[in-house]
């Protein structure tokens, strides 16, 4: 039976999905619909937007790049194929299996970073909002929003499992002992060495979001500060 004085805060891009796979696949469709030169334009202008607004926004930079190429009818192709993308196929192996097996002690919840309309669309067409009962929390920057997950999603103890170490450092920071981190290495973000030499460890490590499945209460409910191979990493 679950506990709810216990909540697993899931990560979704690069952490129960693989959105270098979404993006590539997007990389793609864009050059053949609008040619190399303008596929680099879009990014560009997806850069530029996030360094504004903190997180990644497809649909408004579809927006932004509309107003720069007004009768390019077939930016219409690359919205419906955003609006249609099959993200559960792109899902990590056991992904769902990974949630399901931390409902055994607690409650299981999205908390993620995102704008307002793609990424509700991701996490619902993926499967993802279902695995985890609806307990999905989506912010700008969601380390600044700790407060309003406590109150939504109140717990004596938080796991938090994300592909990237200086998110897991900074709730860290703030919860301290009544969380523990899991840094989940996939992505580019995982593997960039200059993130992995500029952050602090997390409480614990994983190859790859199935490797959940090997853990239980013992390594990753109890005290981190005594936590059996604290900082340890567990291999898929």
């Given at each position: 039976?679950?506990d709810?004085k216990?909540?697993?805060?899931?990560d979704?891009?690069?952490?129960?999905?693989?959105?270098?796979?979404?993006?590539d696949?997007?990389?793609h469709?864009?050059?053949?619909?609008i040619?190399?030169d303008?596929?680099?334009?879009y990014?560009?202008?997806?850069?530029?937007?996030?360094?504004?607004?903190g997180?990644?926004?497809?649909?408004?930079t579809?927006q932004?790049y509309r107003?720069e190429y007004?009768h390019?009818?077939?930016i219409l192709k690359?919205s419906?194929?955003?609006?249609?993308y099959?993200?559960?196929?792109?899902?990590?192996?056991?992904a769902?299996?990974?949630?399901?097996?931390?409902?055994?002690w607690?409650?299981?919840?999205?908390l993620?970073?995102g704008d307002?309309?793609?990424?509700?669309?991701?996490i619902?067409s993926?499967?993802?909002w279902d695995?985890?009962d609806?307990?999905?929390r989506?912010?700008?920057?969601k380390?600044?929003e700790?407060?309003?997950?406590e109150?939504?999603?109140?717990?004596?103890?938080?796991?938090?499992?994300?592909?990237?170490?200086r998110?897991?450092?900074?709730?860290k920071?703030?919860?301290?002992?009544?969380?523990t981190t899991?840094?989940v290495?996939?992505?580019?973000?995982?593997r960039d060495?200059?993130?992995?030499a500029?952050y602090?460890?997390a409480?614990?490590?994983i190859?790859?979001?199935?490797?959940?499945l090997?853990?239980?209460p013992?390594?990753?409910?109890s005290?981190t500060?005594a936590?059996?191979g604290?900082?340890?990493?567990?291999?898929?």
């Amino acid at each position: 039976m679950s506990d709810p004085k216990i909540v697993f805060l899931f990560d979704v891009d690069n952490t129960l999905l693989d959105n270098d796979h979404v993006t590539d696949d997007l990389r793609h469709f864009m050059e053949r619909e609008i040619g190399a030169d303008r596929q680099q334009r879009y990014w560009e202008i997806f850069e530029r937007l996030r360094a504004e607004l903190g997180y990644a926004d497809y649909l408004g930079t579809l927006q932004r790049y509309r107003a720069e190429y007004p009768h390019n009818a077939s930016i219409l192709k690359v919205s419906l194929y955003l609006i249609r993308y099959p993200f559960a196929n792109r899902l990590f192996p056991n992904a769902l299996d990974a949630v399901e097996h931390v409902k055994q002690w607690g409650t299981a919840a999205i908390l993620s970073d995102g704008d307002a309309v793609f990424q509700p669309r991701k996490i619902e067409s993926s499967g993802l909002w279902d695995a985890v009962d609806g307990n999905v929390r989506i912010y700008v920057h969601k380390e600044t929003e700790l407060a309003d997950v406590e109150k939504k999603l109140p717990a004596e103890r938080y796991v938090v499992l994300d592909d990237k170490l200086r998110l897991l450092a900074e709730i860290k920071a703030q919860w301290k002992e009544r969380v523990t981190t899991i840094f989940v290495k996939q992505g580019h973000y995982a593997r960039d060495p200059k993130n992995l030499a500029t952050y602090p460890a997390a409480d614990l490590s994983i190859e790859h979001i199935g490797d959940l499945l090997q853990l239980g209460p013992a390594q990753f409910l109890s005290d981190t500060s005594a936590l059996p191979g604290r900082k340890g990493s567990v291999a898929g």
